[in-house]
């Protein structure tokens, strides 16, 4: 009998449904799909390295028709400005001074950088970063060039459709994270980090031109989050934001404090970029299919960031780092500003595809929080672990995380019900089952044995909070993604809910108490849109327990 006979006949729902693999060939895995926040067609003509700012190629014409460098413009500038600097004030004025911009007055103010600084952090914070940091910034921004140099064999992007990586010394991602403090990164700035008047002329260095290559991919100018999110909309201090800046000025004193350090250790990041095939992925979930059921470990106390040596997930946007440089202030923008390193990724990645997924390595927490979205707060400086020998064999911190994005089910035309529905379950399957695979690419997964390695993926609610997802069902596709990805063990995050990490625990021991395969889960999350009314539930938990 089929699956679906068996189904309207039986009172043992699980007891009676079987998919063989033969049934999981035919998973809809389109080749495109509704992702993140929204459609994302091919990109074409993007170009294959980072632009970086000191390339001779950035050049603007003075009053007298001579076409001048910005960068040796913006170093003139801080080299001789940063010394009399000596308030908040001041660096907001510096900043907005050496922006590759023609028209500066324009730029926008930055009152949430200057309000962090003279009402959020402590005087002896400020202290430290007005007068020890600012000066190493600037050391460091002379010495850009030589540290980074712009060739053909540089910085590459993480293009859709290729399965890349790029490596990078944590010295390197600092730099590269100092020319974001100012702003200096061509055309990588916010749509909105800059104001014209109506008619006035634009810069070609900004905005989202044809003459802006970039313009598909994130944003990395720190600009439109210091001076964009000062007050809400009931005036009142937007502090998530002033946290987030906390957050980043911290990191930037902690590089000063350490730097012989940073630099003598030689310490990577690395960020790749996984790609699976149609195919691939076909082939691979048929011969997972008959698998068990994963090892499953329910924490509702513990934090992602906080499962050392395991995979460790990043809710993301479409768009990696969503409104982090914004007024985004969730799980990926919480963990981007306080392991600022995460940032680098910004500048080196391509939109997600359907099929894709970004793999970080080696980024460290310089900051500690608490709370979350309105309530976020700065609270103080993290401790590193000292470096095991195996770290130092790597020259990289066992520290990965995997970026992979949920549909959003408030977005596109889609709406929440829909997400029970085969075509979208499938699509969440390939985009976990992507993430959790890996890439043999990565320095740290395939250190510890790739994608077949025993290392859990630390995760939890994916996609279930602005973007509508269901938390049963998203648990329930992580578990059968892990399954499939060689049944890597799962470290279920609940985040304080005791209660759903009863329900899932209880859910879970029903399943393998039955013995249910990974492709016997799949097919009954599978059916649960046509068979929850005839019987009656609402909860795909409940659907289970029939």
């Given at each position: 009998s089929s699956s679906a006979t068996l189904l309207e006949t039986s009172g043992s729902l699980l007891a009676d449904v079987t998919a063989p693999?033969?049934?999981?060939?035919?998973?809809?895995?389109?080749?495109?799909?509704?992702?993140?926040?929204?459609?994302?067609?091919?990109?074409?003509?993007?170009?294959?390295?980072?632009?970086?700012?000191?390339?001779?190629?950035?050049?603007?014409?003075?009053?007298?028709?001579?076409?001048?460098?910005h960068w040796d413009r913006a170093i003139t500038i801080l080299s001789e400005a940063a010394p009399t600097i000596t308030t908040a004030n001041d660096l907001a004025e510096l900043i907005r001074s050496v922006?590759?911009?023609?028209?500066?007055?324009?730029?926008?103010?930055?009152?949430?950088?200057?309000?962090?600084?003279?009402?959020?952090?402590?005087?002896?914070?400020?202290?430290?970063?007005?007068?020890?940091?600012?000066?190493?910034?600037?050391?460091?921004?002379?010495?850009?060039?030589?540290?980074?140099?712009?060739?053909?064999?540089?910085?590459?992007?993480?293009?859709?459709?290729?399965?890349?990586?790029?490596?990078?010394?944590?010295?390197?991602?600092?730099?590269?994270?100092?020319?974001?403090?100012?702003s200096l990164m061509p055309y990588r700035y916010h749509p909105s980090g800059l104001k014209y008047k109506k008619g006035q002329a634009r810069s070609p260095y900004t905005g989202n031109g044809p003459e802006n290559t970039f313009a598909s991919m994130p944003s990395f100018n720190f600009n439109f989050l210091f001076g964009a999110f000062y007050r809400d909309h009931e005036n009142r201090p937007q502090t998530p934001c002033y946290a987030k800046i906390a957050c980043l000025l911290n990191y930037f004193n902690r590089m000063a404090e350490t730097w012989p350090t940073v630099v003598k250790n030689g310490?990577?990041?690395?960020?790749?970029?996984?790609?699976?095939?149609?195919?691939?992925?076909?082939?691979?979930?048929?011969?997972?299919?008959?698998?068990?059921?994963?090892?499953?470990?329910?924490?509702?106390?513990?934090?992602?960031?906080d499962a050392h040596g395991q995979l460790q997930a990043d809710f993301a946007n479409q768009y990696l780092g969503g409104g982090v440089l914004g007024k985004g202030?969730?799980?990926?923008?919480?963990?981007?500003?306080?392991?600022?390193?995460?940032?680098?990724?910004?500048?080196?990645?391509?939109?997600?595809?359907?099929?894709?997924?970004?793999?970080?390595?080696?980024?460290?927490?310089?900051?500690?929080?608490?709370?979350?979205?309105?309530?976020?707060?700065?609270?103080?400086?993290?401790?590193?672990?000292?470096?095991k020998e195996a770290e130092r064999t790597l020259k990289m911190r066992n520290v990965a995380v995997v970026a992979f994005d949920a549909l959003n089910f408030h977005a596109g035309g889609l709406s929440p019900p829909l997400q029970f529905q085969p075509r979208f379950i499938d699509a969440e399957i390939t985009k976990a089952f992507v993430a959790f695979s890996g890439s043999e690419l990565s320095t740290i997964l395939?250190?510890?044995?790739?994608?077949?390695?025993?290392?859990?993926?630390?995760?939890?609610?994916?996609?279930?909070?602005?973007?509508?997802?269901?938390?049963?069902?998203?648990?329930?596709?992580?578990?059968?993604?892990?399954?499939?990805?060689?049944?890597?063990?799962?470290?279920?995050?609940?985040?304080?809910?005791?209660?759903?990490?009863?329900?899932?625990?209880?859910?879970?021991k029903h399943l393998t108490t039955n013995s249910i395969t990974v492709g016997t889960l799949y097919k009954v999350i599978s059916q649960f849109a046509a068979h929850r009314t005839q019987y009656r539930v609402s909860s795909i938990f409940d659907y289970l327990l029939c």
């Open positions: 693999a033969a049934d999981i060939m035919n998973l809809n895995f389109p080749q495109r799909f509704l992702s993140g926040s929204g459609h994302v067609d091919p990109v074409h003509g993007q170009p294959r390295f980072v632009y970086l700012p000191w390339s001779s190629k950035h050049r603007y014409q003075a009053p007298n028709g001579r076409l001048c460098s922006q590759p911009d023609l028209y500066v007055a324009n730029a926008l103010e930055l009152r949430t950088l200057v309000a962090t600084l003279d009402t959020y952090v402590t005087a002896s914070f400020k202290t430290q970063f007005m007068e020890t940091t600012l000066p190493w910034m600037v050391k460091v921004l002379e010495g850009a060039p030589s540290c980074l140099p712009q060739t053909t064999e540089g910085l590459q992007i993480l293009r859709q459709g290729e399965e890349r990586a790029v490596k990078l010394s944590q010295a390197q991602a600092a730099t590269l994270l100092v020319c974001g403090f100012f310490l990577n990041i690395e960020f790749v970029r996984c790609v699976k095939t149609q195919e691939n992925i076909r082939t691979s979930l048929a011969a997972s299919a008959s698998n068990p059921l994963p090892q499953l470990m329910l924490e509702p106390d513990l934090l992602i960031e202030c969730v799980q990926e923008e919480i963990r981007m500003v306080v392991c600022p390193e995460l940032l680098v990724g910004l500048l080196l990645c391509e939109p997600l595809k359907g099929r894709e997924a970004i793999v970080m390595s080696g980024c460290a927490q310089y900051s500690l929080y608490s709370g979350y979205a309105k309530g976020f707060t700065f609270a103080g400086s993290a401790t590193l672990p000292p470096l395939s250190h510890h044995g790739g994608a077949s390695s025993s290392v859990p993926i630390a995760t939890g609610h994916w996609g279930c909070g602005a973007f509508g997802g269901d938390r049963e069902l998203k648990f329930l596709i992580q578990l059968c993604a892990a399954g499939f990805a060689n049944r890597r063990p799962v470290t279920y995050c609940t985040f304080g809910d005791n209660e759903f990490a009863d329900r899932c625990t209880a859910i879970y």
